[in-house]
């Protein structure tokens, strides 16, 4: 019988993560039955691509838990970014009306506008939608996983 680290070195080797995949069916990102391309090998890291994108806004961030607030911030302005332009303020509007407290609204607006201005002047190519993300503490820090649409 093949250890542990055995099994988990030939699942990444042949594009295997039945964790991930068991997290994302019990989110209902994806349905059970969803096929999933685990083969990146074509296309840039999302998650490199994220804390570029984010990096001008994170260098203020005092600790982890801001930093990693800051990311959050970044996927949400992201996304709206690739909406149509007929949906991205409807959509703004609501998240607002529903997570983010009045006296702080036009703010967090304020912030959300300046990454979709960055999201089209410097990632304009880039289409693709971020649809969850996970952060691990390693013995380096902490590290960003990123699960992202195809282009």
Same mark, same amino acid.
């Given at each position: 019988?093949?250890?542990?680290?055995?099994?988990?070195?030939?699942?990444?080797?042949?594009?295997?993560?039945?964790?991930?995949?068991?997290?994302?069916?019990?989110?209902?990102?994806?349905?059970?039955?969803?096929?999933?391309?685990?083969?990146?090998? *074509? @296309? &840039?890291?999302?998650?490199?691509?994220?804390?570029?994108? +984010?990096? $001008?806004?994170? #260098? =203020?961030?005092?600790?982890?838990?801001?930093?990693?607030?800051?990311?959050?911030?970044?996927?949400?302005?992201?996304?709206?970014?690739?909406?149509?332009?007929?949906? *991205? @303020? &409807?959509?703004?509007?609501?998240?607002?009306?529903?997570? +983010?407290? $009045?006296?702080? #609204? =036009?703010?967090?607006?304020?912030?959300?506008?300046?990454?979709?201005?960055?999201?089209?002047?410097?990632?304009?190519?880039?289409?693709?939608?971020?649809?969850?993300?996970?952060?691990?503490?390693?013995?380096?820090?902490?590290?960003?996983? +990123?699960?992202?649409?195809?282009?």
């Amino acid at each position: 019988m093949a250890s542990r680290a055995k099994k988990k070195w030939r699942y990444r080797q042949l594009g295997i993560n039945h964790d991930l995949k068991s997290k994302l069916i019990s989110t209902g990102l994806v349905g059970a039955g969803t096929c999933i391309n685990w083969d990146t090998t *074509r @296309q &840039e890291k999302m998650s490199e691509v994220l804390l570029n994108f +984010v990096e $001008p806004f994170t #260098a =203020a961030a005092d600790s982890n838990e801001e930093f990693q607030k800051i990311v959050l911030v970044g996927i949400l302005a992201w996304n709206i970014a690739l909406l149509p332009k007929e949906l *991205r @303020q &409807e959509s703004l509007d609501n998240m607002i009306a529903k997570a +983010v407290p $009045p006296d702080v #609204a =036009a703010d967090f607006q304020k912030i959300i506008d300046e990454m979709m201005a960055r999201k089209q002047r410097c990632f304009a190519e880039n289409r693709r939608f971020i649809p969850a993300h996970h952060w691990t503490m390693t013995t380096k820090g902490p590290h960003l996983s +990123v699960i992202s649409t195809t282009d």
